[in-house]
C-alpha cells in the first residue's frame, strides 16, 4: 500500500498559459501533502505544503499566486501553474504522509513541465 | 538557515566495494532523518529512517544508517555494493519544531560499474 500518483507525468505547454497537476493518495488519507521542485541536477527543493479544508503555506520565495495549490480532498491536491513561462520548466514532486502513520512520506513518480 | 549537507556529488566505485555516503545537518531540537533513494527512472522510495531508539539503523537491501548525535550526522553505509544499487541518494531531515516538513540533502549519484 502507500501508493502516491501524480498526473500528468510529462506536460508540455505554451507560454502564458496554466497547467495543472494532480497528486492522489491512492490508498490512503492524507491530511498533508507538499509539493517539491527539482532542477537538473539539484535536490528536490520544497514549494508548499498542502493542507486539506484549508490554504497551504508557501515556502519563501515561493509565489503563491504563479503555483495555486488546492487540496479539496483527503486523498487529492493539485498544483496549478498560472501563466507558465520557460523558466517554470521543471520536474514537480509531491508527496503525501499517512495520517495515521509513522511520518514517512510517500512520493509520486513526478510531472516533467516544459513551457515553449 | 536550515540545511543539509551530502559531501559527495558523485560516487563512482566497483562491485562488491563498500560504499559510505556522508550527511550532516546543521539545526539542533529532535530531528527525524532519513535516507531516499531514486532509482534510474523511478521515483523517491524510502531506504531507512531514524526516529529515536538505536542509533544504528537497518533499511531495505542491505543499508545501514549510524545517527551521531554529537556530529549532527547520519551517514549511510552499504558493506557490499552491486551494479543495481546505482541511484541518486538524498538525505533528508525532518525538524519537528518546523512543522514536520522534510528539508532534503543535494543528493549524491553512485554509479556501480560491473
Known amino acids: 500500500g502507500a501508493v502516491v500518483s501524480q498526473h500528468p507525468s510529462w506536460v508540455i505547454c505554451k507560454s502564458g498559459t496554466s497547467v495543472k497537476i494532480e497528486c492522489r493518495s491512492l490508498d490512503f488519507q492524507a491530511t498533508t501533502m507538499f509539493w517539491y521542485r527539482q532542477f537538473p541536477k539539484q535536490s528536490l527543493m520544497l514549494m508548499a505544503t498542502?493542507?486539506?479544508?484549508?490554504?497551504?503555506?508557501?515556502e519563501q520565495g515561493v509565489e503563491k499566486d504563479k503555483f495555486l495549490i488546492n487540496h479539496a480532498s483527503l486523498t487529492l491536491s493539485t498544483l496549478t501553474v498560472t501563466s507558465a513561462h520557460p523558466e517554470d520548466s521543471s520536474f514537480y514532486i509531491c508527496?503525501?504522509?499517512?495520517?495515521?502513520?509513522?511520518?514517512?512520506?510517500?512520493f509520486g513518480e513526478g510531472s516533467r513541465l516544459t513551457v515553449l | 538557515a536550515q540545511s543539509v549537507s551530502q559531501h559527495n556529488h558523485h560516487v563512482i566505485l566497483s562491485e562488491a566495494a563498500s560504499l559510505e555516503l556522508g550527511c550532516n545537518y546543521s539545526?539542533?531540537?529532535?530531528?527525524?532523518l532519513f535516507w531516499y533513494v531514486q532509482y534510474p527512472g523511478q521515483h523517491l522510495q524510502l531506504l531507512l529512517k531514524?526516529?529515536?531508539?538505536?542509533?544504528l539503523v537497518k533499511g531495505i537491501k542491505g543499508f545501514e544508517a549510524e545517527f551521531i548525535k554529537s556530529k549532527f550526522s547520519f551517514n549511510l553505509r552499504k558493506p557490499s555494493v552491486q551494479w543495481s544499487d546505482t541511484a541518486e541518494y538524498f538525505c533528508a531531515v525532518n525538524r519537528r519544531a518546523a512543522g514536520n516538513k522534510l528539508t532534503f540533502g543535494g543528493g549524491t549519484r553512485v554509479l556501480v560499474k560491473p
Open positions: 539545526y539542533g531540537g529532535t530531528v527525524n
Open positions: 498542502s493542507n486539506e479544508g484549508s490554504k497551504a503555506t508557501y
Open positions: 531514524y526516529f529515536s531508539g538505536d542509533p
Open positions: 508527496s503525501a504522509r499517512k495520517n495515521l502513520g509513522t511520518g514517512e512520506l510517500f
